[in-house]
């Protein structure tokens, strides 16, 4: 399977807290790339990290790659109740120009 | 600001019905991609184009789906006839040749009955 497979399902925090979600993927990749969906809405593209980068910030993301363990992590800092949404990643590979979703970490911020 | 346009947002229909979605992509976007997603199989790829050319459709029901670019600017995904199990939310996503991020539509809900 090409799809990348999120961990946990779910995700249920506070206001303020740190979320971090995981990624395992089954073969070498090109790069990596999450992807968030709020509800009833279409996805938005968050970040892309290469398989030579290790570690890569935007704003209050931070995104992990370890392709030893063919994985990866996505850490939101400070987290806000406008990030509940669903998070899905989506691994690239060689020669290859579609995205296989999985079935996302579904993300509950709470006042 | 640029955004990938997807009509209509919302459709229901009856068993049997045509139903005709349209996608326009991002300017200066040649490649375009067709999503299905459900709640139980989540978000499936059922085809996608590259420069108007479709280079992908298996993941598509053949003899009921079909889908096209008319031209640069509008992409359609046509299920003819439809059936309840098509009820879904479909998203159109496009990007630029060279690039793997993907800018996706609004969606069209199309409920099936």
């Known amino acids: 399977s090409q799809q990348g497979e999120e961990d946990p399902q779910a995700l249920s925090i506070q206001e303020g807290e740190n979320a971090t979600m995981n990624c395992s993927y089954k073969t070498s990749i090109n790069n990596l790339q999450w992807y968030r969906q709020n509800s009833g809405r279409g996805l938005v593209h968050l970040i892309l990290?290469?398989?030579?980068?290790r570690e890569k910030h935007s704003g209050r993301l931070r995104v992990t790659l370890d392709t030893s363990k063919k994985s990866s992590s996505l850490l939101i800092t400070a987290s806000r109740a406008a990030d509940t949404a669903s998070y899905f990643c989506a691994p690239t590979y060689s020669g290859y120009s579609t995205l296989t979703f999985g079935k996302g970490t579904m993300l509950l911020v709470s006042p | 600001d640029a955004r990938v346009t997807q009509t209509p947002r919302h459709k229901v229909t009856e068993m049997g019905q045509e139903v005709t979605m349209r996608c326009q992509p991002i300017l200066g976007h040649n490649t375009v991609f067709w999503y299905r997603q459900t709640m139980m199989q989540g978000l499936e790829l059922l085809a996608y184009?590259?420069?108007?050319?479709?280079?992908?459709d298996s993941g598509m029901p053949k003899d009921r789906f079909s889908a096209e670019m008319p031209d640069a600017t509008l992409a359609t995904l046509k299920i003819q006839p439809s059936e309840p199990r098509d009820s879904a939310v479909y998203f159109c996503?496009?990007?630029?040749?060279?690039?793997?991020?993907?800018?996706f539509g609004p969606g069209t809900r199309l409920t099936v009955t």
């Open positions: 184009f590259r420069n108007r050319a479709p280079l992908d």
């Open positions: 990290i290469r398989s030579n980068e």
């Open positions: 996503a496009t990007t630029r040749d060279t690039s793997y991020e993907q800018y």
